[in-house]
């Protein structure tokens, strides 16, 4: 007997207008770009900024001291709630950045991001985060209702994803 296609295939899902969307989920492929390893245990933390109304954040979180071992390779998944993504108050994407802390005097970091909509109109965003002068700026990306749950962003030396 052979399976049919239906009861093999992997199936993706997608958003829900009102479902619940979890973040703060990271690996580290590459350490060089991340913290050196002198600099002992890393200190992940997660911005998301909204993309309705001005870009507000809607979520910012440290999530302390880990092993590397945590990180190397496979997905760590700190199982953080962020929203439910209601289009009309959310947007039809949020921005996402992750920082190393490292702590310092206060500071701020800055991040442009620019897409072109279905017209051909290049927009650019500026997200400025709150942060200290020694943190890591492992990056920023966009992340729409439209993506795929699954899907994985590659910010040079981490990938990072959601999951509902």
């Known amino acids: ?6 009861d093999t295939a992997i199936l993706t899902y997608g958003r829900v207008n009102g479902g ?5 989920i990271i690996k580290v492929t ?8 002198v600099a002992g245990k890393v200190e ?6 909204k993309g ?5 954040s809607v979520h910012d979180k440290p999530y302390g001291k880990w092993r590397r071992q945590n990180f190397d390779g496979v997905f760590k998944d700190f199982g953080t709630f962020l929203f439910n993504w209601n289009i009309s108050n959310i947007g039809d994407w949020t921005t996402e950045k992750w920082i190393e802390e490292d702590g310092g005097t206060s500071n701020a970091i800055s991040s442009s991001v ?6 051909g109109i290049t927009h650019t965003t500026t997200i400025t985060s709150p942060a200290k002068d020694r943190d890591d ?9 439209s993506d795929n ?3 994985e962003y590659d910010l040079g030396g981490v990938k990072i994803k959601r999951r509902n």
Request: proline share 2%; charged share 15%; glycine share 14%.
């Open 1 to 6: 007997m052979v399976a049919a296609v239906e």
């Open 20 to 24: 619940a969307e979890y973040g703060g």
């Open 30 to 37: 590459d350490w060089s770009l991340v913290e050196p390893w």
């Open 44 to 49: 992940f933390r997660c911005i998301v900024f």
């Open 52 to 56: 309705a109304g001005g870009g507000g």
């Open 114 to 119: 620019s897409w072109r909509d279905a017209f």
């Open 137 to 145: 700026d492992l990056g920023l990306t966009i992340i729409q209702f």
């Open 149 to 151: 749950i699954n899907q």
